[in-house]
């Protein structure tokens, strides 16, 4: 019996040896085979995704929220604690659990508010919005170092909205922090713009002014108020509203186009250009959709078919309709315009869409404004007058959207280190008026106030005005690339960092003009 159990056993070694091209033993050879605990893990985990597949289609939630992190980060702390995990409750997460995660939020806020908002300064964003319930509301937000906070929507029903009423709102929202002084701008709506001075006041050291999005938003409206582009808006406006209302003709332009055609909403910015651009991109399908017989049918089928005036009286007819837009999308002049106003409107839509967000962004805008401008005269309209009259627009809004922190910042932002700033006299106005505003004069003491007191105004008088004359000392040490500033190495990160990093890392030999620094160059525009 042994023998034969011995004679088997070195009969499946062979085999074995041959199956595996006699480089494998026994165990090497039972290391290839898949185990059944790997078979079973991989079952569980897709069982697993296709439940919470399941239960996501089910709720209606979208895919997108996978690539949240804080989602992701969720599910894998679900996955350590294992089979034992229990899900919260749906009242467990409309209340303690919101309520710990809201005090947890405001804690990480303020410990960024006590740290960074101290070094570069505030923005205060406010505007004014309805809900959908039709209440008024004012929503007032503080942007900080590339952070944006939410502090509080004021609902205004009932209440007269004049300059002194906006004024007062502000102004109790910045003297109610801890430190009133790290605001440095409030960025308001322009029709608010009555209290601005009332804010400055109120508080010295705050700078008030338009936001650059909405004034680089209002010229382009002001430009697409212009006789020629009013004409290719309207026609735009014609070829997509037909495309768009006729099913049939949809469905043509849909099997040739590799993209829709957009109707931009009436609160995004640069609607015009958006318009634009959507349709010079479909010019092909468009063409092709106008000349396919499907269309043609569609039109022959019912041609006497009307669609209401917005007064409610008849319409063209749909062949009416048909001719109309046809006749556009065959003229060339229409897409030469198209182009043209397009170039035109670009520049102004880069700096828009720079100047939208919650980047640092103030003290590059004067120096982008001037490049809009170069490059308007660079298009050609085919008319000199109406280019001065573009120019004109520009030139208007720059005014209107001016502000000392955005000058005082791009003499200081190291980006344009190189450039003679200082021949500007609007610049360096900017510059000495923002210096006074970081080292402002204390509130005046009242006429029967002690003599200590007034003793103690003179003294913080006499310290501001030794903090100014520093800070314009120490200008010329940083124009001049003289001390840390003459450095290789300095001059290589003028272009590698944000300004404001520039000067927290730089900026300690020269300490007052940093403050001011900091504070002009940190800001949203």
């Known amino acids: ?8 056993k070195q009969k499946t070694e062979a085999m074995l040896n041959v199956a595996t091209g006699g480089v494998l033993g026994r165990a090497a050879f039972r290391a290839m085979q898949p185990k059944i605990t790997g078979f079973a893990t991989n079952t569980k985990q897709k069982e697993a995704n296709e439940a919470f597949a399941r ?31 229990v899900p919260p409750t749906a009242e467990a997460v409309e209340d303690e659990l919101l309520v710990a995660e809201k005090k947890r939020v405001s804690e990480q806020v303020a410990t960024r508010r006590e740290t960074v908002s101290k070094v570069t300064g505030t923005t205060i964003v406010s505007d004014g919005a309805t ?42 929202d910045i003297v109610s922090r801890p430190d009133p002084k790290s605001v440095v701008q409030v960025l308001m709506d322009n029709a608010t713009r009555g209290s601005w001075p009332l804010i400055e006041a109120a508080c010295p ?13 209002l010229e382009l409206e002001d430009i697409g108020k212009l006789a020629r582009v009013k004409a290719v808006t309207e026609k735009t406006a014609i070829l997509r509203r037909f495309v768009r209302k006729h099913h049939h003709v949809l469905a043509a332009f849909r099997e040739v186009a590799t993209s829709m055609l957009i109707q931009p909403g009436a609160t995004r910015f640069a609607t015009v250009l958006i318009g634009f651009n959507n349709v010079m991109k479909n010019r092909e399908a468009l063409c092709l959709t106008f000349e396919s017989t499907a269309v043609k049918d569609a039109v022959q089928r019912n041609p006497h078919q009307r669609s209401s005036a917005a007064d409610g009286t008849p319409g063209k007819t749909l062949e009416q309709q048909y001719r109309e837009a046809r006749d556009i999308v065959r003229d060339d002049d229409y897409w030469s315009e198209l182009k043209v106003w397009s170039e035109v409107m670009k520049p ?27 490059q308007l005269k660079q298009v050609d309209v085919g008319d000199a007058d109406l280019t001065q009259e573009i120019i004109a627009i520009h030139r208007n809004r720059w005014d209107y959207m001016f502000t000392i922190v955005q000058y005082a910042g791009y003499l200081l932002d190291p980006e344009f280190w ?32 002690s003599a200590a007191q007034k003793e103690e105004y003179d003294a913080a008088v006499k310290q501001a005005n030794e903090m100014r004359a520093q800070a314009e000392r120490e200008l010329q040490v940083y124009r001049g690339k003289q001390g840390i500033f003459a450095r290789a190495s300095v001059q ?17 030999r020269t300490p007052a003009l940093m403050k001011v620094a900091v504070r002009c160059t940190g800001q949203v525009a």
Request: glycine share 4%; aromatic share 10%; proline share 6%.
């Open 131 to 172: 809900t959908v319930d039709k209440r008024p509301i004012i929503n007032i937000l503080e942007v900080c170092a590339g952070c944006v906070e939410f502090r509080v929507a004021l609902d205004c029903s009932g209440k007269v909205k004049d300059k002194e009423y906006i004024a007062q709102l502000i102004i109790d």
């Open 205 to 217: 050291w705050v700078t008030v002014g338009p936001c650059a999005p909405h004034c680089l938003d």
């Open 1 to 8: 019996a042994e023998k034969e159990a011995t004679r088997k």
């Open 348 to 374: 102004i839509a880069k700096l828009l869409r720079l100047t939208d967000s919650d980047a640092p962004t103030a003290s590059k805008v004067p120096y982008h404004m001037f490049e809009v401008q170069e």
């Open 55 to 85: 239960g996501m289609y089910a709720a209606g939630i979208s895919p997108n929220v996978l690539r949240n992190r804080f989602v992701m980060e969720g599910l894998r702390k679900v996955a350590l604690v294992g089979p034992s995990y």
């Open 418 to 449: 190189d450039m003679d700033q200082e021949s500007d006299d609007e610049t360096m106005d900017a510059f000495f008026k923002f210096v006074d505003k970081v080292y402002c004069y204390p509130p005046k003491p009242a006429q029967d106030a």
């Open 492 to 508: 290589e990160n003028a272009r590698k960092i944000s300004a404001a990093q520039f000067w927290m890392t730089y900026g300690s």
